[in-house]
């Protein structure tokens, strides 16, 4: 059984990426143009990593800032070290930033898993070309093997 395809869209400065592992599928007659564009993929999805990791730092920061007004708040009011930060934790603006990390934190992981699968289909590609390589270079050899005219001659009056 096959596992199935998901064409993943996730948000990257807000914009919608495509994880879409059909971009991965090579046969033996692709498997050039496949190799020829697999790099441009891979420069594509570092860089979106880059910028959803960006991003990821930033909800952090402002996660942070957010739960240290309302620890501050909490504590102005008389509030002890433990209340202001049961307080901050429970407030409705941390936990929306906190939960803003937790999504990026997803389209981080989701991006790095979609590059280590091309990192995977590459090896796999790879090693597919070095077997075809090898078939071909076995079947030139039964081929041009015959050096005399006649048995050249014969092998063309056979074909």
């Given at each position: 059984m096959e596992p199935p395809i998901e064409n993943l869209?996730?948000?990257?400065?807000n914009k919608e990426v495509s994880l879409d592992p059909r971009n991965m599928e090579f046969s033996d007659n692709t498997i050039?143009?496949?190799?020829?564009?697999?790099?441009g993929w891979v420069d594509f999805f570092g860089k979106q990593l880059e910028y959803a990791?960006?991003?990821?730092l930033l909800a952090e920061i402002d996660a942070e800032a957010i739960f240290?007004?309302?620890y501050i708040e909490a504590k102005d009011d008389g509030g002890t070290e433990q209340?202001?930060?049961?307080?901050?934790?429970?407030?409705?603006?941390?936990?929306?930033?906190k939960k803003k990390v937790v999504e990026l934190n997803e389209?981080?992981?989701?991006?790095?898993?979609?590059?280590?699968?091309?990192?995977?289909?590459?090896?796999?590609?790879q090693n597919r070309g070095y077997t075809l390589r090898k078939e071909?270079?076995?079947?030139?050899?039964d081929i041009y093997k015959m050096t005399e005219t006649s048995d050249l001659d014969?092998?063309?009056?056979e074909a």
């Open positions: 869209k996730v948000i990257v400065n050039n143009e496949y190799m020829e564009r697999e790099y990791q960006k991003e990821k240290s007004q309302k209340y202001a930060k049961a307080k901050a934790n429970a407030n409705l603006e941390v936990i929306t930033a389209t981080v992981g989701q991006i790095k898993a979609h590059l280590k699968a091309w990192d995977r289909n590459h090896d796999n590609a071909m270079d076995k079947l030139n050899k014969r092998f063309v009056s």
